[in-house]
């Protein structure tokens, strides 16, 4: 049940976050069980706790991991499809191509983040 909404729902290399996931009768620790045994058998891969995702296979048939770049993205900025968060400070001039500096540190601004200011790091 829980494969076939994932399945459905999910593209292999996109993050499933375990809060976005809403099957109806299934509870959160149920919801954990089948996710564990899904990654103990090998259909899915955890990135980090609460993000899991669909392996793509490279050229050569090894399963390739999720970029810490991509799960940014559908946190606070690409969120199920609806636009939550942007890109801000020098992170945004750089994709603008107003500054040739790469900032070593990203700044997203978004409504997904609990706090005003939080820093984060995604492995």
């Given at each position: 049940m829980l494969y076939q909404y994932l399945k459905e729902n999910y593209i292999p290399g996109e993050p499933i976050f375990t809060g976005d996931?809403?099957?109806?009768?299934?509870?959160?620790?149920?919801?954990?069980?089948?996710?564990?045994?899904?990654?103990d058998s090998g259909s899915i891969c955890r990135f980090e706790p609460g993000v899991y995702y669909f392996p793509k296979?490279?050229?050569?048939g090894e399963r390739m991991s999720l970029s810490p770049d991509t799960v940014a993205i559908?946190?606070?900025?690409?969120?199920?499809?609806?636009?939550?968060?942007y890109f801000s400070?020098?992170?945004?001039?750089?994709?603008?191509?107003?500054?040739?500096q790469v900032p070593f540190t990203q700044e997203?601004?978004?409504?997904?983040?609990?706090?005003?200011?939080?820093?984060?790091?995604i492995k």
């Open positions: 996931i809403d099957i109806p009768g299934m509870t959160e620790e149920n919801l954990r069980y089948h996710l564990k045994k899904l990654t296979t490279d050229i050569f559908h946190k606070y900025i690409m969120r199920r499809g609806k636009r939550v968060g400070g020098y992170t945004l001039a750089n994709c603008m191509g107003l500054s040739t997203i601004s978004s409504n997904f983040a609990p706090a005003l200011v939080r820093k984060i790091t």
